[in-house]
Structures are given as structure tokens and as C-alpha cells.
């Protein structure tokens, strides 16, 4: 198998672990084949954009998401380090309000899978960080809905001991008791 699929505590995210062929010239892995995600994790989607962040360490982003046309993100890291989180906003989900969280890295080469009607953020560990993703629809800005990040209600546990650095939107992120979510799984 050219992925090894682990399920997170919430059963529609996944981390996916490509097979790294490496030697003493460095690595090589495919990051992306259609045939092959589908067959492993049993889903059917259509990549539309592709994104790149770079960020300096304490840099906080999110938690984002798109009350309409939202979007599922394939993401990873090709040079750093960052702690990346999803929040269920599905309001019929069992999961509903819940986060999980998973360390990526260019080291370790894993993949998460965050699927539509989810907020999703991660803060850079590294020094810098590059972070790359798919998305399943187009970025609507008009759509684009903030969580604040430190929510108690929903109780991330950020693996920092610093204040991060937020953009203004994140700063004015809403809380759970307060954001819009998705009432019939991921479309609003």
C-alpha cells in the first residue's frame, strides 16, 4: 500500500503516512496519487486548489473554515515542524465540538486528511515552517468564519508555552457558543 491510514479519535480524520523510500542520496514518495487515496481511505473527492504557507515559529493559524462551500484539506509539511488541529463543527456529529491534534513534519512526512464541515489551524513549532494543502473547494473569503483558537469550551491543547502570533481575523475569532456551524454534516 502506498498509505498507511491511521484514524484519529474523530473517525472521518485521518492520518496518512506515505511509504518514504529513502537511502543515502536522501527520499523519494509519491505525496499524492487519486487512485490510490481512494482505495485506502474509501473516499472519492476532486482536488480543485492547492496552497503554501510559510511561517515563522509561534505563528498561529486558524482555526478556518467555510460556512459555505466548504472545503476538505489533504495537508502536510515539507520544512519544519507545526502541531496541526481540526475542530468537528458537524452539529448532528457525535463529535460535534471536539478537536484532535497531530504533529507534522518534513521528517515525518505524514498526511492529514480534514474532512468538510471541520475548523482547522495549526501553530509552527520550527523555526519556520512550510505548510502545504489540497482543497476540495475554492477559498470563498465572503465564506471564511474564524474559531477563536483558545476556546475553553473546546479545550486544545496547544503544545506551547509562548502566546502565539494571530492575525487580526484570528485574533476576532468566535466562539464555539457563538460561530456558525454546519447543521446537516458538512454543508451549510
Same mark, same amino acid.
Given at each position: 500500500m502506498p498509505y498507511n491510514v491511521t484514524p484519529t479519535a474523530i473517525s472521518d480524520v485521518l492520518i496518512l503516512e506515505p511509504k518514504v523510500f529513502g537511502d543515502a542520496r536522501g527520499f523519494f514518495?509519491?505525496?499524492?496519487? &487519486?487512485?490510490d487515496f481512494s482505495q485506502v481511505t474509501g473516499l472519492d473527492v476532486s482536488f480543485v486548489q492547492d496552497n503554501h504557507s510559510k511561517s515563522v515559529k509561534g505563528v498561529l493559524r486558524g482555526l478556518h473554515y467555510q460556512i459555505q462551500h466548504p472545503q476538505g484539506k489533504l495537508v502536510r509539511v515539507v520544512q519544519g515542524e507545526v502541531f496541526d488541529v481540526v475542530v468537528d463543527l458537524r452539529k448532528t &456529529? &457525535?463529535?460535534f465540538g471536539?478537536?484532535?491534534?497531530?504533529?507534522?513534519? &518534513?521528517?515525518n512526512h505524514r498526511q492529514l486528511w480534514v474532512p468538510p464541515g471541520f475548523a482547522h489551524g495549526f501553530v509552527v513549532l520550527s523555526e519556520t515552517a512550510e505548510f502545504l494543502y489540497k482543497t476540495t473547494d475554492y477559498w470563498f473569503p465572503e465564506y471564511e468564519r474564524s474559531l477563536l483558537w483558545n476556546d475553553p469550551a473546546i479545550g486544545i491543547e496547544w503544545?506551547?508555552?509562548f502566546e502565539p502570533q494571530l492575525a487580526a481575523k484570528d485574533q476576532a475569532g468566535r466562539l464555539l457558543c457563538d460561530a456558525e456551524v454546519f447543521d446537516d454534516g458538512a454543508s451549510a
Open positions: 514518495y509519491e505525496s499524492f496519487n &487519486a487512485r &456529529a &457525535a463529535t471536539q478537536w484532535d491534534g497531530v504533529h507534522l513534519s &518534513a521528517d503544545p506551547i508555552d
